[in-house]
């Protein structure tokens, strides 16, 4: 009876151990979440952040010492800062919000039958990354002349594992278009990773020509640029190609927040998978997505020739090797594509 009391009281502090370690991991996001959601600026915001730092410490070190109250008191206050965060929408986040040029409009597609008009497809000039002429066009696809899917992904400073994912689509009347699911930043906001997981952007879809998207990034930032052509089917397009439309009309009226680790350029990929494949289930490679590329050959997604290994049809799909050709840009970068 005693051993059994013993080992009762062992899994009693056991307990009481795990908790306060959750308490803890939960108070530091909440530190976070005080700091990038509250609506105080400057040295204010500072402070109150600190002060709510020592309010958790203290209160951590209360319940350690074995005074539930305490313990009562710290659950009580993370679960209002997370009921807090929860409820926050883009639309209050956002109120009154200026964006940066590159992400000022959202597209907006009517439909009429099989054409689509795409009111705000991007189609900046670039003299540099910085220095560019504003515009964007309105351009009209036939949906039934859509003939391949294109993956591409961006690799920046000499990055392996990271990388910028988007999706093209070619038709047969010559028409190329592109999409990018984006970081949306407010005038004067850096993103950053930390900031990215507390609702401090918003995600937008970007539909723009391939002359912009891809030659922004080979072009004037220098990015090692990979472009592979799919295996899907021409009504596996055609099908994605309308959802993905459809998805961004829906972002109209309901936006959503930009999460560094869950709703971001990659992950957003795994619809368009699923549509390939029902039966995909997520990889680790869509967070450490600079090797998403790779997953996707491994599972029969990108078009190669017999007997390539992966290495080499990544070798040949670097798109800067093409672009001094006489072509014009989407020709180019799609030199020796099958």
């Not at 409009?105 to 009429?112: D, E, L, M, V, Y």
């Not at 009504?235 to 309901?254: F, K, T």
């Not at 869509?286 to 017999?306: I, P």
């Not at 007997?307 to 020796?336: C, H, P, W």
Request: hydrophobic share 40%; net charge neutral.
């Amino acid at each position: 009876m005693l051993k059994s009391l013993f080992q009762t009281v062992s899994w009693l502090n056991t307990g009481r151990y795990c908790l306060l370690v959750a308490l803890l991991l939960t108070g530091i996001w909440c530190i976070g979440a005080i700091y990038y959601t509250s609506h105080l600026q400057g040295i204010i915001r500072i402070a109150v952040t600190v002060l709510f730092a020592f309010a958790i410490l203290f209160l951590l070190a209360a319940s350690w010492k074995g005074d539930w109250i305490y313990t009562f008191d710290l659950m009580i206050i993370e679960l209002l800062i997370i009921g807090h965060f929860t409820l926050l929408s883009p639309q209050e986040a956002f109120r009154n919000v200026q964006w940066q040029k590159p992400w000022l409009h959202r597209p907006h597609i009517t439909f009429n039958g099989p054409l689509a008009t795409i009111n705000f497809v991007r189609n900046f000039s670039y003299r540099t990354e910085h220095d560019y002429d504003v515009n964007y066009i309105t351009m009209t696809i036939d949906m039934d002349k859509v003939t391949a899917l294109d993956v591409v992904l961006s690799h920046w400073d000499g990055l392996e594992n990271i990388a910028h994912t988007m999706i093209s689509f070619a038709f047969s009347d010559g028409q190329y278009l592109a999409f990018s699911m984006e970081t949306r930043l407010p005038e004067g906001t850096v993103q950053g990773m930390i900031p990215g997981l507390y609702k401090q952007y918003e995600l937008l879809s970007i539909a723009g020509t391939e002359e912009d998207l891809f030659k922004l990034r080979t072009n004037y930032r220098k990015e090692d640029l990979y472009l592979y052509r799919s295996n899907a089917t021409i009504a596996q397009c055609r099908m994605i190609l309308s959802d993905l439309l459809n998805a961004i009309n829906r972002q109209q009226l309901h936006p959503r927040f930009y999460n560094s680790m869950t709703h971001n350029c990659t992950t957003s990929m795994t619809p368009i998978l699923r549509k390939i494949k029902p039966g995909f289930t997520n990889d680790i490679r869509l967070l450490f997505n600079g090797r998403s590329d790779e997953m996707l050959f491994e599972m029969g997604y990108l078009a190669h020739r017999k007997g390539e290994s992966f290495a080499e049809l990544k070798r040949r799909r670097q798109v800067s090797q093409y672009l001094n050709t006489a072509s014009d840009y989407s020709t180019a970068i799609r030199t020796n594509l099958l």
